[in-house]
């Protein structure tokens, strides 16, 4: 059976055993049936052009995880950020794992979403928020169909936690494969600031395919970075779909940083509904062997007066492959709108490969776009200059590609986070010094 | 200690060096001149090993070992240093980590630990103020927005780091004001010692009053045309370089 014919057939059974308001139902329906429709994207559709779920969707994954697994904390530290104090929501295998955690509903609410979705006290934010943000595509809507668990922030007005807040995902591999859906809704009212962590993270070689749908909503003068982790193993898939409607005069930035796994497919769309916004997309991709990472953004501009940066980076090794697809969209009463994008590339092997694609639609006239894109190979010059210092050809082309990815990290507004993210960078493409940050 | 014969280079099948020949033994200060395009850039570029030249005939000497086959990091590892006309940017490392890297590189090369990391403080701290620079410079990256006189003088300030046997100052001069370029020529003169030797690029014989040459020779079309003591220097300033041109067809 492929997958979607298992994920047609467990719906019933899976609907029934749930325990939620009827609303919740008719929101699940309604994306069954769209997922129903469309299916799993195929290289026909545009989008999907360069990137194919075909090897993905061939796997027997289980969708629904029996054993419930405990994993002491120093087994797993090294995918946290420890050396900070932080808020935690930890999975594994989907399933909350409490001892692993530390959620909060002091003058914030950080917790799961499965109480948010039960509990009628959230009920107000979840009629509110809960799916409205999300845009229909087939992957989002197989995600809402299934989804009980996950994230759940939700700060109120004028209100910042103490300290960042980190999700994580682990899969131990106890199925011989697992498909994950997590679900995460990020509700930030006006004047208020969050700073999150999402990383996934298998701990085996059994294959792993995460469908996960994230959902932010940026109030009015709102704050929110957002750093997402994707340094996985060989057999992992990931799948992120992140929708994210800001309001005037918010920040928001999303930081991605992709080292590993088997394929990742970035699905990231900004929704600007005010005026004064500033969205922020920044990217550093590292990969080799047959890895695939591919950036798909969209920045919809519907009010005037707003900016969008978009930074990013990749280095293909190898036979690996990358795709950047960056949409930006003015619409007609969208004047005085900055809109930057860059992709930067650097191909290593003669074998790996990038495709990258602007792709603007502007339907104002006073506004300033701007796009740019380069694929090639290392400066010949700087290398000599380097090696003339005593540097050797290897150790200098290593230096080269550290400074060529390492400047997206300057917008990280966490230090340690930054220190962790720059020694990954350096550990992945071999730099061994003891760098400053 | 460094001993260039018949050096026969160019570039892409375009002959540029034609039959070189000098002699630089330790303790001395040579200084090469000549007008543009007359080859003195591509002999420096030849001697520090890029690789882009082709030498079609002769050899470089360094400590009596042919280096002319060797890649530009053992060149370095062996001793030699080229400080840049144009140095590159290198966005994203900053000087201080630049640094640190060359010298750890070196000291692998010859079989040394890492330099502890108080040691070096302390060196780029000594050099640093040899050299007048300022400590939040070093924090930035390497050569990226630099004006002319800070990229020449962080050229000095790597040398004096690297405390190279030879050091080549291709063309050190240009873009200098002349307090940075008597920073720069006292930071060179300080470093000078009985065991190193220092090979001056220039067009000009400005910077050969701060850096006194003990040998001046004159390059005209890929040849050393005539050699003397620094008072060459002198008669070239004044006459200009159509003087020895002159001399050559008479």
């Not at chain 1, 088997?262 to 699905?267: A, G, H, M, P, S």
């Not at chain 2, 002959?15 to 000549?34: D, F, P, R």
């Not at chain 2, 890297?101 to 040899?130: H, Q, V, Y």
């Not at chain 2, 003169?189 to 850096?211: C, F, G, P, S, W």
Request: glycine share 6%.
């Amino acid at each position: 059976m492929n997958l979607k014919d298992k994920l047609l057939s467990s719906y019933l059974a899976f609907q029934e055993n749930l325990n939620v308001d009827n609303g919740l139902h008719d929101i699940r329906d309604k994306a069954f049936k769209h997922f129903e429709e469309k299916g799993f994207p195929t290289k026909k559709e545009e989008a999907w052009k360069y990137t194919s779920l075909n090897s993905i969707v061939k796997n027997d994954f289980s969708l629904f995880p029996h054993k419930e697994d405990t994993i002491e904390f120093k087994d797993v530290k090294k995918y946290f950020l420890h050396d900070i104090d932080t808020y935690k929501i930890v999975f594994i295998d989907g399933i909350y794992s409490s001892y692993l955690s530390e959620t909060t509903h002091d003058g914030v609410d950080i917790c799961l979403l499965s109480s948010a979705l039960t509990k009628s006290k959230y009920k107000p934010v979840i009629d509110v928020y809960y799916n409205k943000i999300a845009k229909e595509d087939s992957l989002t809507s197989l995600n809402t169909a299934f989804a009980k668990e996950g994230a759940y922030i939700y700060i109120p007005k004028s209100k910042a936690p103490s300290k960042p807040i980190q999700i994580i995902h682990l899969a131990t591999g106890n199925e011989a494969s697992l498909m994950l859906q997590p679900r995460n809704l990020i509700v930030v009212e006006e004047n208020s600031e969050v700073q999150i962590i999402e990383r996934h993270q298998s701990l085996t070689d059994n294959p792993v395919f995460t469908n996960s749908v994230t959902e932010i909503y940026a109030g009015k003068r709102a704050i929110v970075d957002y750093y997402k982790i994707q340094n996985d193993k060989e057999n992992a898939t990931l799948i992120d779909n992140t929708h994210i409607d800001q309001q005037r005069e918010s920040e928001t930035s999303v930081h991605t940083f992709s080292f590993g796994g088997k394929l990742t497919r970035n699905n990231l769309n900004f929704y600007q509904n005010g005026e004064r916004i500033n969205s922020i997309l920044k990217g550093v991709t590292i990969i080799e062997d047959k890895q695939h990472v591919d950036h798909n953004t969209l920045v919809h501009h519907k009010q005037p007066n707003c900016e969008s940066h978009q930074d990013y980076k990749g280095i293909f090794d190898a036979s690996s492959t990358g795709v950047f697809n960056g949409k930006v969209v003015v619409d007609r009463i969208a004047q005085k709108i900055n809109a930057y994008q860059s992709n930067n590339n650097i191909l290593v092997s003669d074998k790996a490969s990038i495709n990258s694609k602007p792709q603007l639609e502007i339907f104002a006239d006073d506004v300033r776009c701007s796009h740019g894109c380069t694929i090639g190979q290392l400066d010949e010059s700087a290398l000599f200059y380097m090696r003339t210092r005593g540097i050797g050809k290897k150790e200098a082309r290593a230096l080269l590609m550290y400074a060529f990815a390492n400047n997206v990290l300057e917008s990280v507004k966490i230090p340690q986070l930054k220190a962790r993210i720059n020694k990954l960078i350096a550990n992945k493409i071999g730099v061994q010094i003891g760098f400053d940050v | 200690m460094l001993e260039v014969k018949n050096l026969n280079a160019g570039i892409e099948g375009k002959k540029i060096l034609k039959g070189i020949n000098l002699k630089v033994n330790a303790g001395e200060v040579h200084a090469i001149m000549g007008p543009n395009g007359s080859g003195k850039s591509t002999l420096s570029s030849v001697i520090a090993g890029k690789e882009e030249y082709e030498a079609s005939k002769g050899d470089i000497l360094f400590d009596g070992e042919s280096i002319i086959e060797m890649d530009a990091e053992d060149r370095a590892h062996k001793g030699i240093f080229l400080s840049f006309q144009y140095p590159v940017e290198i966005p994203g490392v900053s000087v201080t980590n630049f640094i640190k890297t060359a010298i750890n590189e070196t000291r692998k090369a010859k079989g040394l630990e890492d330099m502890p990391a108080s040691e070096m403080l302390k060196l780029i701290r000594e050099k640093s103020e040899l050299l007048e620079i300022d400590r939040k410079f070093l924090s930035r990256s390497l050569n990226e927005g630099f004006s002319g006189g800070e990229k020449k003088r962080n050229e000095i300030f790597q040398m004096a780091m690297l405390e190279p046997k030879l050091a080549i100052l291709d063309e050190t001069d240009s873009g200098l004001d002349i307090d940075a370029l008597r920073i720069v020529a006292n930071g060179v003169n300080k470093l000078r010692t009985a065991d190193n030797a220092v090979l001056v690029i220039t067009h000009y014989q400005r910077l050969l009053e701060y850096i006194v040459p003990d040998f001046v020779h004159v390059m005209v079309d890929g040849k050393i045309v005539k050699s003397g003591g620094k008072e060459l220097a002198y008669e070239l300033e004044e006459k200009g370089y159509d003087w020895v041109k002159a001399e050559m067809t008479a």
